[in-house]
Structure formats: structure tokens, C-alpha cells
């Protein structure tokens, strides 16, 4: 028989009208937070009000056309938000094992496209129970509300409440295609880079240990070279892509280009990287770290990095 601090524990606001508050407390919108549960404003507002009454205060007040959330609705949101994570990891492990065998996995693009989808057949073929879903995206993923397993994220490795597992380390080097040395001479020396396009990685990551072409020039001892000049892109890959098409030489991450130099499709006139603080990691609740799916393809993923290192 249930006990009256069990019962008195179980009585909960209707968690239809905590779902919407959840939402537009996290984005101050009620606006945004219709567009996230997919229902319209006016139902997130009346989810709001049952919720109010049903607590006896007011949770928003507006201030100059800005929602802001009262003291005791901004104190309750963290612990809401972790019970709703905490609910649908919970809800995932309600399913039958084995009768689902997707894992979906959110990634950067430019890692997608130059690392991972190269590799995954490998993964594929070794376990094909197993459906990989690729998500190419720079998204903060919401593992409550978004339909991700794990994501792989390039960063400084803080992830609050998540499980965070190193996956590689990066750095930074010239690469360029065969032909461009051959269209315009060697590059034996970084002076020689005064008579080469510089082809820039202006990737919205910020890493003040990434350095930029001045930087990496002026390490090397050059100072006739303006390391501003060339075409910048906003995406890793793309520079690769730009080198691989002989547009210039491109001060590019090892790993986003590993594949096309291990093909000779570009080649590193210097053996020397130069390391950057910044790296790869695997993140998911800790939940979703445990499932065999999950495990399995981290397993293969830090076995497909080691492979970058040997």
C-alpha cells in the first residue's frame, strides 16, 4: 500500500502544461515553443494559465515587450528540464530490445562529410542490425526533444550532464593538391607560399589555439607574406575541397583531410602539424551511452580514430 508521502509525491501538476512551460521558460517565446511541440501560441498560453492556477502564481511577467520568468519559475526550470530528460531516456528503455536497430547521430558536417560517411560501410557491414542515421549538423542538440542518440561534437570537451568521451585530437597543416606544385613549383619552404593562394578555414568553431595563416606564418619565421589575402570558407570541408581542386593551399584539420592524403589527392609539403586545444568528442546522456547500439558504434568509433594516429 502506497504510503501518503508516495501518494502526496505522485500528485504533479498535469504534465501537458509542464511540458509547455518547460519549453517557453528555455526559449522565453511562447511563439518558439508552439513552433517546438508543433502546436500554436495560443495553446502553449492557455497550457501556461492551467498551470498558473493550478500553482496559484504567475511564472512570466513582461518587461519592455520581453517575456522574463519569475524568481521561482527560473529556479524550477533546470530541474524540469533534467526530468524531462530523465522521462524520455527513461520512455526509450520501455522499448522491446533488439526491435529497434536505429541510431541516430548528430555530427558536423564537414566530419560527416570527410570522415565518418567515408568509414561507416565498415560499420554497416560488421552490424547490420544496427541503421545508422547521420544528422549533418552544428546544432546544440536538446536530447530531450530531439530524436538523437549521441552526438560527436568538436569543442573544448565541456558538456554539463552529458557524458563526454574523447574521441581525437586535432591539428592544424598545409595541404594542397599535386598538381598545384606542379603548375607553380615546389613549396620546399614556407617563404615559398609568397607565389601560392591561400586558401582560409573561417569555421564558425572559436578556438584561439587554431591558428589562422598570419599566425601559422609568422611562427615560421616568414614576414614578407600577407597571410590575409585568399578566398575563405565557413566549413572545413569546403576548404579541403578548394584545395583539392587546386585553388591554392589550404591551412587545414588533419583528420577532415586525412582521407584525401592518405589517397594522394593532396599532399603536406611540411611534415611539422602544429596542435590546437580543440577536439573531437562523443556526447550523450549517460543513458543512451549505456544502450548496446550505442556502445557497439562508439566502440567501432574510437577504433576508426586510433587508425588516424597509427
Not at 111 to 122: Q, T
Not at 194 to 215: A, F, I, K, Q
Request: aromatic fraction near 8%; charged fraction near 25%; hydrophobic fraction near 45%.
Amino acid at each position: 500500500m502506497r504510503s501518503k508521502k508516495d501518494k502526496a509525491m505522485r500528485r504533479l501538476p498535469p504534465l501537458t502544461a509542464l511540458r509547455a512551460f518547460e519549453a517557453a521558460a528555455r526559449r522565453l517565446s511562447f511563439t518558439k515553443a508552439a513552433e517546438e511541440l508543433n502546436v500554436t501560441p495560443g495553446a502553449i498560453s492557455q497550457q501556461i494559465k492551467i498551470l498558473e492556477d493550478y500553482i496559484g502564481v504567475p511564472l512570466f511577467r513582461r518587461e519592455k515587450r520581453a517575456l522574463l520568468l519569475t524568481d521561482g519559475a527560473q529556479a524550477s526550470l533546470p530541474l524540469l528540464r533534467e526530468g524531462f530528460d530523465r522521462l524520455a531516456e527513461g520512455a526509450s528503455l520501455l522499448k522491446p530490445a533488439g526491435k529497434s536497430g536505429r541510431l541516430a547521430v548528430s555530427v558536423a558536417p564537414s566530419f560527416a562529410a570527410k570522415w565518418l560517411v567515408p568509414r561507416v560501410d565498415a560499420f554497416q557491414e560488421a552490424h547490420p542490425e544496427i541503421d545508422v542515421w547521420i544528422s549533418a549538423d552544428m546544432d546544440v542538440v536538446d536530447f530531450a526533444t530531439d530524436d538523437i542518440d549521441l552526438a560527436i561534437r568538436y569543442g573544448a570537451g565541456r558538456y554539463p550532464g552529458l557524458a563526454a568521451e574523447l574521441l581525437m585530437r586535432e591539428a592544424v597543416l598545409p595541404v594542397c593538391a599535386p598538381a598545384l606544385i606542379d603548375a607553380n613549383g615546389p613549396i620546399a619552404a614556407p617563404q615559398d607560399l609568397e607565389r601560392h593562394t591561400l586558401l582560409h578555414d573561417g569555421s564558425v568553431e572559436y578556438d584561439e589555439s587554431c591558428p589562422t595563416w598570419s599566425m601559422w606564418l609568422r611562427a615560421a619565421g616568414v614576414k614578407d607574406v600577407d597571410g590575409l589575402r585568399g578566398p575563405r570558407f565557413n566549413q572545413s570541408s569546403l576548404v579541403i575541397e578548394a584545395a583539392l581542386a587546386g585553388k591554392g593551399v589550404a591551412l587545414a584539420k588533419a583528420a577532415i583531410a586525412r582521407a584525401d592524403l592518405d589517397a594522394g589527392r593532396l599532399v603536406a609539403p611540411f611534415e611539422e602539424t602544429t596542435p590546437i586545444e580543440f577536439a573531437y568528442y562523443i556526447v550523450c546522456p549517460p543513458t543512451k551511452a549505456a544502450a548496446p547500439h550505442a556502445q557497439a558504434f562508439i566502440a567501432w568509433l574510437k577504433e576508426e580514430a586510433k587508425k588516424d594516429v597509427t
